[in-house]
Structures are given as C-alpha cells and as structure tokens.
C-alpha cells in the first residue's frame, strides 16, 4: 500500500514490535507511515487505535485488519479459557474495529474494509484447531457487512492466505519437523509438495492483493473471499 502511494497507520501489541516495524519503513516512505501500539483484546485499545489513525490520516479510506495467529494445537489439546481469550483475539476485536471506524469510513470517497483470515475457513487444516474454527465467524461478518455496509458503498472483502514465508509459518514446519523427527529442510519440501505453484507464497504477493482490494480497480469487488495460496485449496467453492 506505501509502495502504492497510500499513507498508513501500523498497529502492533506493544510499542517495541510497532518501533521495528517502523524502522524498516521509515526511511524509504517518510511522512507516509505511522505507528500505534494497541492490544486488540481490548475494547478501549481499539477504539484509541482508530481515533489516532483517523486523526493522523484526516480521516480514513481503509481498515485492513490482521491479528496475529491462535496457538497451533489439536482440538483436546486447547484449554476452555483458550477459546475464550481467541474469540476476543478472532472475532469481538473486528466487531469493535468495524463499529469504531464506520463514522470515518462514511466520509470517505471509496471506503473498504479487508479482513485477513486463512485458507482454513474453506479446508480445515491440521493442528490449528483455533483457526479452524473461530476464523469462521469472520466470513459470516464479511457477508453480512458486505450487504449491510454496501448500501452506503463501503465495501467488505477478505483474504484468504495460504502458506506465506512468514515467521509463523517457519515455525509451524519446525514443528512439524520436530513431531515427525526429521529434517527442517525435508519438512518445508513436505509443505511445499501440497502447493500446485511448488513454494511458499510471498509477504509481498499477499500484499498486492490487499492493496488491489482497497483500490479503485475493485469498486465492484463486495463480499468477496480471495485466496492467496498457490492453488492449495482444493475446494470448489
């Protein structure tokens, strides 16, 4: 979105992650980039998070929310406060990120919203009991915002990452490596085999998607669930 001429407000849980995030980018896009610390989890944060960026930006054209990801673990392996503590993490803290931007959304001249969630509300995917299940309720919330919000022209999309070279999905193969005893380099060709495009996507890639989504190129683009994942999906629908 920077390399696109967007300006843009960056959220990280405490200031030392929003400080490193900024570092990299200041320096090539000054002026055009800001940081907020906030806690998703909390109610008050969010709203904070909003009302900071709105002012810094004179208002706002685009909400793209990410969070960062539940624990790996199979369903008996998940405590019951676990899903408590996720469902704040997953699901309430969009809700409050959706109701606290639409004043400012309302005002804008192409207002969206993208909600980054995971290839597993198509295709449920081993040892990550907690994706599967609670990043569902966020494609209910793309679907109903997108006819909701759509009469006032915001537009609601999401994005649906497969296998992105991030460090989340590194340590998700060093895992891997370790529970089946084998070598890092053999795991990651074990991910790799499932891919039709044979590699792990890009952050950059995944990226481009996002931006194109809060684009004036996708103006007809509402409800939409795009998957950024080399053809892992196996999924008709």
């Known amino acids: 979105m920077l390399e696109e001429g967007a300006r843009v407000v960056l959220n990280g849980r405490t200031r030392e992650s929003v400080e490193k995030a900024l570092s990299e980018l200041r320096g090539k896009y000054e002026g055009r980039v800001y940081g907020v610390a906030a806690d998703l989890t909390r109610r008050e944060d969010v709203h904070r998070l909003v009302e900071e960026s709105a002012r810094y930006l004179d208002g706002l054209d685009s909400v793209v929310y990410i969070t960062g990801p539940p624990r790996p673990g199979r369903f008996l392996e998940i405590r019951e406060d676990e899903w408590e503590e996720n469902t704040r993490l997953l699901i309430l803290n969009a809700i409050w990120l959706v109701n606290a931007s639409i004043p ?106 996002v931006a194109f989504l809060v684009s004036e190129y996708a103006s007809y683009l509402n409800g939409a669930s795009i998957p950024v994942d080399g053809g892992l999906l196996r999924s008709v629908f």
């Open 104 to 209: 400012y959304l309302r005002r804008s001249r192409n207002p969206s919203i993208v909600f980054s969630t995971s290839i597993a509300v198509k295709e449920p995917l081993g040892n990550l009991a907690l994706s599967n299940v609670l990043r569902l309720g966020i494609h209910g919330l793309v679907r109903t915002l997108a006819r909701e919000l759509g009469r006032e022209g915001i537009r609601v999309n999401a994005v649906m990452p497969g296998y992105i070279e991030t460090d989340r999905v590194r340590r998700l193969i060093e895992e891997k490596a370790g529970r089946e005893g084998k070598p890092y380099s053999e795991a990651y060709r074990d991910y790799v085999s499932e891919i039709p495009l044979g590699r792990l996507g890009s952050p950059k890639e995944y990226g481009r998607v």
